[in-house]
């Protein structure tokens, strides 16, 4: 991955551009959950500025954003997802807080692995900006479901995420 960063960055760029977007998607989506309103404005803010600042890096390298594309990860996890308003609800956001997770995991193995300088500086520092995203999604679970249904689904998704990614190939992208 690191010997082919500028793919790596343009994938980045559109997984922040799509994670902003999901928010603004929740928000619409749950309008009457105003404890999730506010987190997902202020997420999708957030995500959208990381958008910015990969951009940037991407001008100065002289790449342009490319694209979007369907990414198989995110895609297959969304085909694991429920039927019915509640247990959709449910999945939707726990497969937000794992997404969100192994998001920041790969952010911080990219920034130990590069060179020092300012591309290792911001991917460690974007990883430490995204370690609380997961634990945001969790933390909105907990508002409206009980401990015990969230830990039985989550670990049923974390199953489900182990065989999606043990099937996928490896490729310069953040899924």
Do not use: W
Request: charge should be negative; glycine fraction near 6%.
């Amino acid at each position: 991955m690191i010997d082919n960063m500028d793919l790596f960055l343009v994938d980045h760029a559109a997984a922040e551009k799509k994670a902003s977007g999901m928010a603004i998607s929740m928000l619409s989506h749950y309008p009457d959950r105003t404890a999730l309103v506010k987190v997902m404005i202020d997420l999708s803010i957030e995500e959208m500025t990381h958008f910015r600042e990969v951009v940037k890096i991407m001008t100065e390298r002289g790449l342009q954003l490319g694209a979007d594309e369907k990414d198989p990860y995110i895609n297959q996890f969304r085909q694991a997802m429920r039927k019915g308003k509640e247990p959709y609800f449910l999945d939707r956001l726990l497969t937000g807080a794992i997404i969100e997770a192994r998001g920041c995991e790969r952010f911080g193995l990219v920034g130990e692995a590069l060179p020092a300088g300012k591309l290792q500086d911001f991917y460690r520092l974007i990883a430490r900006s995204e370690a609380k995203h997961h634990t945001l999604f969790t933390d909105l679970a907990a508002l409206y479901f009980p401990a015990a249904t969230i830990q039985q689904r989550l670990d049923e998704l974390l199953d489900i995420e182990a065989a999606i990614a043990s099937g996928l190939p490896v490729r310069a992208a953040l899924h």
